[in-house]
């Protein structure tokens, strides 16, 4: 069934073997029941290639530790997810995509909160048949369509999602793989539907990151497999601004953002031409 899936689509495995990975140690920022049945096999290999190239038996690791990226990712958009639903006007969450997300599934919800996973059809099949009838803790809707289509707005709506009502959004894993002008055609249908006060949280990366030499290794997995990264920024602030969200951008090892586990610097924002990752939370002006 992964056949089926494109290359872009299968990352989805990937993250979810990275949760498996996580929910095994000791000191895990999280624990996910549901991520080694997501990841199967296929998700298995992706993370070995990853795990391959960033960690050399007989060389320093010069690539970005994407494990403790991923478990500082994770735990911190649970985090920030569950925080904004402590706001008993928040009850909308749109994670767009979804990929293999189990949050609908692990986490608490408050009551009459409506969770809408949006993803490719595919994405959102193989998930159902590999969850094998989980029950989610939440109101959950799934929303088969493509985020660079016209018409996506419209399943969403159709599935129960009120523009007139605040939502938390995420796009979490999603902004590195499509080009520039289809990020910014995304954030303003975002903004579109989301009313003033509404929340919204993202990962990106820089140009650096896109570029640098010493990011070759990574780059060259995810060009291999079919789907480059494509697009970063280093002014996320800007970025969002322009769609009317008010965000702030953290670097995972930013106090905010370390959780004890990033293993590298973390360079001033005002130092150019390094590799950046930023997690972006902020509202809708
Ligand atoms: C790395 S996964 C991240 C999924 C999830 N947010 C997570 O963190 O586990 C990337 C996801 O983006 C989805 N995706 C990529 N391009 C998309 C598009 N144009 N429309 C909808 N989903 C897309 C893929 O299907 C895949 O599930």
């Known amino acids: 069934m992964t056949d089926l899936l ?3 689509e299968r990352t989805a495995l990937l993250t979810a073997a990275l949760r498996a990975a996580e929910t095994l140690r000791e000191d895990r920022l999280y624990e996910d ?12 290999g992706l993370l070995a290639e990853i795990r391959a190239a960033t960690f050399p038996p007989n060389a320093p690791r010069s690539l970005p530790s994407t494990p403790d990226y991923n478990a500082i990712r994770t735990r911190f958009f649970d985090d920030y997810l569950q925080e904004a639903v402590r706001n008993p006007a928040v009850r909308q969450v749109v994670l767009a995509p979804a990929g293999m997300d189990s949050r609908a599934y692990r986490l608490g919800w408050p009551r009459n909160t409506r969770f809408f996973e949006v993803d490719r059809p595919n994405v959102l099949a193989f998930k159902d048949a590999r969850l094998g009838g989980v029950a989610p803790r939440v109101a959950h809707r799934a929303v088969a ?4 289509s016209p018409d996506w707005e419209e399943r969403l709506i159709a599935a129960g999602y009120a523009p007139d009502e605040p939502s938390v959004w995420l796009l979490e894993g999603l902004l590195y793989y499509i ?4 990020t910014r055609r995304m954030l303003a249908r975002v903004a579109a539907l989301s009313r003033p006060g509404s929340l919204i949280a993202a990962d990106l990366v820089n140009p650096a990151a896109l570029t640098l030499p010493s990011m070759r ?4 997995v995810f060009a291999g497999w079919g789907c480059p990264w494509l697009f970063g920024s280093d002014t ?16 995972p090892g930013d106090p905010e953002a370390d959780f004890g586990r990033w293993p590298d610097p973390v360079p001033d924002r005002s130092v150019p031409d ?12």
């Open 6 to 8: 494109t290359p872009v």
């Open 217 to 220: 290794g990574l780059l060259d």
């Open 236 to 251: 996320p602030e800007q970025l969002f601004a322009e769609f009317g969200f008010d965000v702030r951008a953290v670097q």
């Open 179 to 182: 080009p520039e002008q289809d």
């Open 33 to 44: 029941p549901y991520a080694a049945r997501l990841a199967g096999e296929a998700g298995l």
């Open 274 to 285: 390094v590799r950046r990752v930023f997690f972006v939370h902020g509202h809708r002006r």
């Open 145 to 148: 369509a493509d985020l660079t």
